[in-house]
């Protein structure tokens, strides 16, 4: 257990570093908005899909494309239960508050902390597993989340459904995999290369963010304890006992873990201020999350690796 712990928290804690660098390029105005919004481009639109097709370049195995499809079916039924949770949980006369609330409980950092933990922890076999999580996640969040955030179902798009970087990189990557398509060194090694950005960059943008935020605010409000509390501990502890109960073992336990016990997602601010739906809690909820996280998540993902 400890030997576990300490493994995951130092990965945890080499994020925690390239966080606080980016709170110091905030504080010492070495990073702007404008900049920041680039780099959140490049990492959503290059790095990421870089990392999950490199992941998947390799030969077709069934028994990873089994813990693929296992790793979106536990990703379909934890989201829809974290759905019914935060209905019951969250039922404030204040709508923008309610929905925040409810958004920052249901949707992870499964991306941004994610994907670099599973990188550090399983390699790219739980990044792989990892995709599969968000695609699901992303589908989630571009239905009931814009519903959650907007109020308006007209909101709701096909095409932001498909065409996203996640689905898209997904799908290019199952292609790959699947047929055993061999691609050459040199495409690999510049892909390899592109999706190294996806450690560094989101945790950058992390630490800018946080450096912007009403700790002290946050940690005044009773119902951001009860969201972030959800989120971190109480939701995934009830995932794994679903998960053991299944008889789900192994890389895939681990993988569903990571991403289950993720902070709040970075997209709450950014849907928050879309809809104009208090950013200001949700910075506050992504930031007071994201610092707890650094020892919430060794903890659980400890405790897994137990069972896996």
Same mark, same amino acid.
């Given at each position: 257990m400890?030997?576990? %712990?300490l493994t995951v928290a130092q990965n945890v804690l080499t994020l925690l570093i390239l966080i606080v660098i980016g709170f110091c390029c905030q504080k010492f105005k070495i990073l702007n908005d404008a900049t920041v919004k680039s780099c959140a481009n490049l990492v959503l639109y290059i790095a990421t899909p870089c990392v999950i097709i490199k992941s998947c370049i390799r030969a077709f195995d069934v028994t990873m494309l089994r813990g693929f499809l =296992? /790793?979106?079916a536990v990703a379909a039924v934890n989201f829809a239960v974290l759905i019914v949770v935060s209905h019951l949980c969250f039922r404030e006369n204040d709508e923008a508050r309610r929905r925040v609330l409810r958004f920052a409980t249901v949707f992870s950092n499964a991306g941004y902390m994610g994907i670099p933990l599973q990188q550090a922890i399983l390699g790219d076999e739980g990044v792989f597993y990892c995709a599969a999580y968000v695609i699901v996640h992303n589908i989630y969040m571009w239905s009931y989340g814009v519903i959650c955030m907007s109020g308006d179902k007209r909101d709701l798009s096909a095409k932001k459904l498909t065409l996203n970087p996640g689905t898209i990189s997904v *799908?290019? #990557?199952? =292609?790959? %995999? =699947?047929?055993?398509v061999p691609v050459p060194t040199l495409a /690999?090694? *510049?892909i390899g290369h592109m999706g190294e950005l996806n450690t560094s960059l989101p945790m950058l943008i992390v630490g800018y963010y946080i450096a912007q935020t009403d =700790?002290? #605010? *946050?940690?005044?409000d009773g119902k951001s304890y009860l969201c972030i509390l959800l989120r971190l501990v109480a939701m995934p502890l009830v995932a794994l006992g679903a998960m053991l109960l299944v008889g789900l073992r192994g890389n895939v336990l681990v993988s569903c873990m990571i991403c289950a016990c993720a902070p709040v997602a970075t997209a709450t601010t950014m849907f928050a201020t879309r809809y104009d739906r208090n950013p200001l809690l949700s910075v506050n909820l992504v930031s007071l999350s994201t610092i707890l996280s650094v020892i919430t998540m060794p903890i659980l993902i400890a405790i897994t690796q137990l069972f896996g």
């Open positions: 400890l030997e576990n %712990f =296992i /790793t979106a *799908a290019i #990557g199952l =292609i790959l %995999f =699947i047929f055993s /690999t090694d *510049a =700790i002290l #605010g *946050a940690l005044k």
